[in-house]
């Protein structure tokens, strides 16, 4: 059986606007973010989007996986990113300032050794995607907690995407809570037949392939829920003709007005993003650290 994420009725300002205005809001913003990597920019745009996330009123105990989850996939990103200079050096920006230089540094599993070049424009621009991709996960994560799992695929097809897609929209906002939730019942199944996955030993392979008792009933119900469902909406002539929806959504004002906002936040950044503002700022003080 599908499930859906944890949505919970809370009467929030974000919840009594229309979920299609929400998702062109958010749309908007993800558009205008990416066009900027100037920290203070970034800041403006995180800003409105905890706003958004705290009027909605959710929880750390609700999202408190989704967040550890993708902050540690930030987290990695960004420090990958500091590492290697790479999406930076060539693009945001061509000069590097040397704050300091660290090294010899070893790899323990490679054993690969590499010095490192520390330097403002890669510390910046390091700083700069974090706040970035901390600002679009705080805008995306509002939306599965507090839209009605029975409007999604109403939603999208108020969008305007044909029926078909609407209901793939439906069905992939499911398929994480539904992937997790088989997850869970499968490694407490294994742990009542005695396996322990905190005592996995060996080196990376040998570690994936001990995995298999949890990974291998997973996949394989993942595979054929997949197929009840295509068999279900076959049953149900799916497809065939045009699809009714129970549910009818209407703009209101504050919708109309929310729509024309995030039209206006697009064509500003977009603008303002061609004109040459919003590239790489590294602070003078950090400059000034790198010349002293």
């Given at each position: 059986?599908?499930?859906?994420?944890?949505?919970?009725?809370?009467?929030?300002?974000?919840?009594?606007?229309d979920p299609r205005a929400r998702i062109i809001f958010m749309l908007s913003m993800m558009a205008s973010i990416i066009q900027f990597?100037?920290?203070?920019?970034?800041?403006?745009?995180?800003?409105?989007?905890?706003?958004?996330?705290?009027?909605?009123?959710?929880?750390?105990?609700?999202?408190?996986?989704?967040?550890?989850?993708?902050?540690?996939?930030?987290?990695?990103?960004?420090?990958?990113?500091?590492?290697?200079?790479?999406?930076?050096?060539?693009?945001?920006?061509?000069?590097?300032?040397?704050?300091?230089?660290?090294?010899?540094?070893?790899?323990?599993?490679?054993?690969?050794?590499?010095?490192?070049?520390?330097?403002?424009?890669?510390?910046?621009?390091?700083?700069?995607?974090?706040?970035?991709?901390?600002?679009?996960?705080?805008?995306?994560?509002?939306?599965?907690?507090?839209?009605?799992?029975?409007?999604?695929?109403?939603?999208?097809?108020?969008?305007?995407?044909?029926?078909?897609?609407?209901?793939?929209?439906?069905?992939?906002?499911?398929?994480?809570?539904?992937?997790?939730?088989?997850?869970?019942?499968?490694?407490?199944?294994?742990?009542?037949?005695?396996?322990?996955?905190e005592k996995l030993s060996g080196g990376i392979v040998s570690q994936i392939r001990k995995l298999a008792p949890l990974l291998v009933?997973?996949?394989?119900?993942?595979?054929?829920?997949?197929?009840?469902?295509?068999?279900?909406?076959?049953?149900?002539?799916?497809?065939?003709?045009?699809?009714?929806?129970?549910?009818?959504?209407?703009?209101?004002?504050?919708?109309?007005?929310?729509?024309?906002?995030?039209?206006?936040?697009?064509?500003?950044?977009?603008?303002?993003?061609?004109?040459?503002?919003?590239?790489?700022?590294?602070?003078?003080?950090?400059?000034?650290?790198?010349?002293?």
């Amino acid at each position: 059986m599908l499930i859906a994420w944890k949505y919970r009725e809370r009467n929030t300002v974000i919840q009594r606007l229309d979920p299609r205005a929400r998702i062109i809001f958010m749309l908007s913003m993800m558009a205008s973010i990416i066009q900027f990597w100037d920290l203070r920019i970034a800041v403006v745009f995180l800003a409105v989007a905890l706003g958004q996330y705290f009027l909605a009123r959710l929880t750390w105990r609700e999202t408190r996986r989704t967040w550890l989850l993708i902050s540690s996939i930030i987290v990695f990103l960004t420090i990958l990113t500091f590492l290697t200079g790479r999406g930076g050096v060539g693009t945001a920006y061509h000069e590097e300032h040397r704050l300091a230089r660290l090294g010899p540094l070893s790899l323990p599993i490679v054993g690969w050794s590499f010095t490192l070049d520390v330097t403002a424009e890669k510390t910046v621009f390091a700083i700069s995607q974090m706040v970035r991709m901390f600002a679009i996960t705080a805008l995306a994560i509002t939306i599965p907690y507090t839209i009605d799992p029975g409007l999604y695929g109403v939603t999208f097809r108020g969008l305007g995407l044909p029926d078909k897609f609407a209901y793939a929209m439906d069905l992939a906002f499911r398929y994480v809570p539904t992937l997790g939730r088989d997850f869970s019942i499968t490694l407490d199944a294994q742990r009542a037949r005695g396996y322990e996955v905190e005592k996995l030993s060996g080196g990376i392979v040998s570690q994936i392939r001990k995995l298999a008792p949890l990974l291998v009933p997973v996949t394989i119900n993942a595979i054929v829920g997949a197929e009840d469902v295509i068999d279900a909406m076959d049953l149900r002539c799916f497809g065939i003709g045009p699809r009714t929806w129970v549910q009818e959504l209407k703009y209101g004002r504050v919708d109309r007005l929310l729509i024309l906002a995030s039209g206006l936040i697009f064509a500003v950044s977009t603008v303002v993003s061609f004109m040459g503002f919003g590239r790489l700022w590294v602070p003078g003080f950090v400059l000034a650290w790198a010349g002293g």
